[in-house]
Nanobody
Framework: VQLQASGGGLVQAGGSLRLSCAAS????????MGWFRQAPGKEREFVAA????????YYANSVKGRFTISRDNAKDTVYLQMNSLKPEDTAVYYC?????????????????WGQGTQVTVSS
């Protein structure tokens, strides 16, 4: 599976961005898709994940209620809609994919990663 993330940019606090992650590979629809982020000087952290069917989603407490993850299996794409952005959301955002449904918030359980897209939120 190859992943290509896009949609990052510079936005003011309170604004919105939508990230996209396009996947290539024959089994995208059977994979769990996740978004992680890494801010300067910090470890990579879990943001959100969505099950292969799209019926179950998971969010970090810090983004719950502001971010929405979704997927379109027909387009082999997963999205992260980010609203009410805060300066502390500034980071490089990565999409990732994996099989299996355990430890979905753990980055080392994801074998496939996109290249990352920068999100900068100004105050």
């Amino acid at each position: 599976v190859q992943l290509q993330a896009s949609g990052g940019g510079l936005v003011q606090a309170g604004g919105s961005l939508r990230l996209s992650c396009a996947a290539s590979g024959p089994t995208f629809s059977s994979y769990v898709m996740g978004w992680f982020r890494q801010a300067p000087g910090k470890e990579r952290e879990f943001v959100a994940a969505i099950m292969w069917s799209g019926c179950a989603t998971y969010y970090a407490n810090s983004v719950k209620g502001r971010f929405t993850i979704s997927r379109d299996n027909a387009k082999d794409t997963v999205y992260l809609q980010m609203n009410s952005l805060k300066p502390e959301d500034t980071a490089v955002y990565y999409c990732a994919s994996r099989e299996g449904t355990y430890y979905i918030t753990t980055d080392r359980k994801y074998p496939y990663w996109g290249q990352g897209t920068q999100v900068t939120v100004s105050s």
